[in-house]
């Protein structure tokens, strides 16, 4: 596109260049023309004067004006040698003297309109004294007579004394013929500039108007920054590799408009916008992406890796402080900010802001007024070395990707049942790198899904050697995605015969928009003989639609809830209820994180069916 | 260039040049000729000048010439008036040299005027300094 507006302009500006050159082009062929046609009249002018000269001094000794007076033959015969000069072009060639009043009067006279002899030619006598007095021939342009092109001047000098002057007149005939024949091409050329202009000025009408309708198109009305619009266009052209994206969401909006109404609301998105705005930078691009959320891609800089955290830090610090002043009621306001450092990583930009979104959803869920950037669970991740993307990758090409297996008691004889496979990075150095160190950095790029299949190709090794058990984890994310649903089936199918051994570990899921997907999903894979099993369910929002909804063999209760049971009755009765339901749906129990003898002996007592925890076994590389 | 524009942009204007000149040369003359008139009543034989007489400042063009003070003649013919004879052609004021005053004309492409001292007299006439370099003994 950008090609073509180069190829326009390039064209239009080599027409405007082609016909400007045309158009100067006529008009130095019209001024040559005029030079050389003037030289060529002068070079005539000039010889035609030396002969009139040259008799004058062959048939005058001394003083033209008397010999000629003296002698009406001499006059009469020069005269008619001068007249034979005379033609359309030469129209007057004559020959005048200086009086003693300084006026000039007729010696000779060749033109066809015929003047006495003595008789008296108002000139420009200025110029013809010059003539006079310094003896030098002279050419006059007559530019303000109309009939008269040029004149050349010649002194007629007798024993070194100017006594008369040789004047010959050109007609302004030639030079109008020739004004005359250029002058069509002239106005063509005229017309078409004008015709241009015109284009040119409607052209610059329109692209003004275009500009602005286009420009009121991508802003946000309320706070002048760039809408969705925008957004849409620019994620077709924008390199989003050159970029950090951050995600902001004014917290508690919906209360500001409860309490102070719309009018106020607005304000404060306008104003927030305006604040946004002072802390970005030019480079950086703001956009309103709906509601109270605001989209800001903040160009990378090599030299600082940690910019988008700092410019998010620094907007969240200057929002919280600042003081909204709405009709002399103060306001306060936070944001929670998440971040994609990394957004190369990602398949697409729309994932890559979808990562920022679920990075503002836990700065959210932290409590708000946060800055999250990629990493979920910094607390978890504090002191750990983070990985990239090219960290995972190099350790999958380098299967330095392994599993580490965590038994899975009978909680009643106590027997391992079956393992549950915990994916790790071994370092080069020997040491092991945790899931939270990379998984986070991995979601959503094509390196998760090399992960995923890593993972369970290990998983059915396993299952193959040791005829065992073995469960692995899963987002609902993996299973609504096609392309990870289509490589455990493809896995599924090439295993067939040890699918039954494997269970699939799900994370509860809050939100389930894409239910009927799921379901059929999920029936898909229990084809297989697959078990389904819910993960850490009572950590976050418990939700009992799953057991309506979902074709669910296994509940594994949070581990906060089995790790606290002896200490809190909170943790104790609810798990007591997740049991009992469980039940109910003819549902097997898990037990996480049992670290003692005493929570053994309590999920025992509660008809926990299964238990597993680093006091029944730590995750070890080897089943 | 130049050239090409003077002449796209100035020649309607050059051929009126000409009756420009000619109107500021008689306000001139019938000036100079005439100074203490208040109004000068000037007759002509010529109806083509009537516009050209009507732009001058102070000047009626009135139709009989026994009441004119100032005459424009391009014509010879024999007119009793006190008014003051002016012509237009050389032949004319070479005829008349013994009643008119003076002429303008274009000779060689040129404008030129002139007077008659020894008419001027007649009339009491002294013409302004810028005029008398075109003053003629005789003719």
């Known amino acids: 596109m950008k090609h073509i507006k180069k190829i326009y302009a390039f064209i239009f500006f080599s027409i405007i260049a082609a016909i400007l050159y045309l158009f100067y082009a006529t008009s130095q062929i019209q001024q040559t023309l005029n030079t050389n046609v003037e030289n060529i009249f002068i070079k005539e002018a000039q010889s035609f004067a030396k002969n009139i000269n040259e ?18 033959q001499l006059q009469m015969n020069m005269e008619h040698a ?116 015109l284009l040119i000025l409607i052209l610059v009408y329109q692209s003004i108007i275009g500009m602005k309708v286009k420009r009121e198109s991508i802003t946000d009305p309320l706070t002048q920054t760039y809408n969705r619009n925008y957004l849409r266009d620019l994620l077709n052209h924008i390199d989003i590799t050159n970029y950090q994206i951050i995600m902001l969401d004014i917290d508690h909006f919906k209360q500001i408009n409860d309490n102070y109404g719309h009018k106020a609301g607005d304000y404060i998105l306008a104003m927030t916008a305006q604040l946004m705005q002072k802390e970005i930078r030019e480079n950086d691009i703001l956009i309103r992406f709906g509601g109270e959320e605001f989209l800001i891609f903040i160009k990378k800089s090599s030299a600082d890796t940690h910019l988008a955290y700092n410019i998010a830090q620094r907007v969240r610090k200057t929002i919280d402080s600042h003081l909204f002043n709405y009709e002399n009621k103060e306001i306060s306001i936070t944001v929670s900010l998440g971040i994609t450092c990394q957004p190369e990583h990602f398949k697409s930009a729309s994932l890559a802001i979808k990562n920022a979104d679920e990075m503002l959803y836990i700065a959210k869920r932290e409590g708000r007024n946060k800055v999250v950037a990629t990493i979920p669970n910094r607390s978890a991740t504090n002191e750990m070395q983070l990985k990239s993307i090219d960290d995972v990758k190099a350790a999958l090409d380098e299967e330095r990707v392994i599993c580490y297996f965590q038994p899975i008691y009978n909680t009643q004889t106590e027997e391992i049942l079956k393992y549950e496979a915990l994916v790790r990075i071994r370092e080069k150095d020997g040491s092991i790198t945790p899931p939270l160190a990379f998984l986070n950095s991995i979601m959503y790029t094509n390196i998760y899904n090399d992960l995923t299949k890593k993972v369970l190709e290990s998983v059915f090794k396993q299952i193959k050697e040791k005829k065992v058990v073995i469960s692995v984890n899963l987002n609902f994310s993996d299973i609504l995605n096609n392309k990870i649903f289509d490589l455990i089936i493809d896995e599924l199918e090439t295993h067939k015969d040890l699918s039954s051994w494997l269970i699939i570990e799900l994370l509860e899921y809050e939100l389930i928009e894409e239910i009927s997907i799921i379901q059929d999903h999920l029936l898909q894979i229990k084809e297989y003989g697959v078990k389904i099993a819910i993960d850490d369910f009572g950590s976050g929002y418990a939700n009992y639609n799953i057991f309506k909804q979902l074709p669910i063999d296994i509940l594994k209760i949070d581990g ?60 070890s590389p080897y089943i | 260039m130049k050239k090409l524009l003077f002449f796209l942009l100035l020649a309607p204007l050059l051929l009126a040049s000409d009756i420009k000149t000619e109107q500021k040369i008689y306000t001139l003359i019938i000036h100079s000729l005439l100074p203490q008139k208040k109004e000068i009543k000037v007759w002509c034989d010529d109806k083509a000048k009537k516009e050209l007489i009507d732009s001058i400042p102070k000047v009626r063009y009135i139709l009989n010439p026994e009441n004119a003070d100032f005459l424009l003649l391009s014509k010879n013919q024999k007119i009793q008036t006190k008014g003051v004879k002016f012509v237009t052609n050389l032949k004319l004021l070479e005829a008349g040299k013994d009643s008119v005053v003076g002429g303008f004309f274009w000779q060689k492409g040129r404008p030129n005027i002139l007077f008659l001292k020894k008419n001027l007299q007649k009339h009491h006439i002294k013409l302004p300094k810028s005029m008398q370099e075109y003053i003629e003994e005789d003719i």
């Open chain 1, 55 to 72: 008799e004058m001094l062959k048939h005058i000794q001394h003083n033209p004006y008397e010999e000629l007076k003296k002698n009406p």
């Open chain 1, 82 to 197: 001068i007249s034979i000069l005379v033609n359309n072009s030469f129209k007057y060639i004559f020959v005048l003297y200086r009086d003693k009043n300084g006026n000039y009067r007729y010696l000779l006279d060749g033109s066809k309109e015929k003047s006495h002899f003595n008789q008296r030619l108002s000139v420009d006598k200025l110029l013809w004294n010059k003539v006079y007095d310094t003896q030098k021939p002279l050419i006059l342009n007559q530019q303000k007579l109309d009939s008269l092109w040029i004149t050349y001047l010649k002194p007629v000098i007798f024993d070194k004394q100017t006594k008369a002057i040789i004047a010959i007149d050109f007609s302004t005939e030639l030079p109008q013929n020739i004004y005359h024949a250029i002058k069509p091409l002239n106005k063509i050329f005229f017309y078409i500039f004008i015709a241009i202009g």
């Open chain 1, 560 to 619: 906060s809830l089995i790790r606290d049971i002896n200490t809190s009755e909170a943790s104790y009765k609810i798990t007591h209820s997740i049991v009992l339901l469980a039940k109910e749906f003819n549902i097997t129990t898990v037990a996480e994180f049992v670290h003692s003898q005493s929570v053994l002996e309590t999920i025992k007592e509660l008809h926990i069916d299964e238990a597993q925890g680093f006091h029944l076994a730590k995750p």
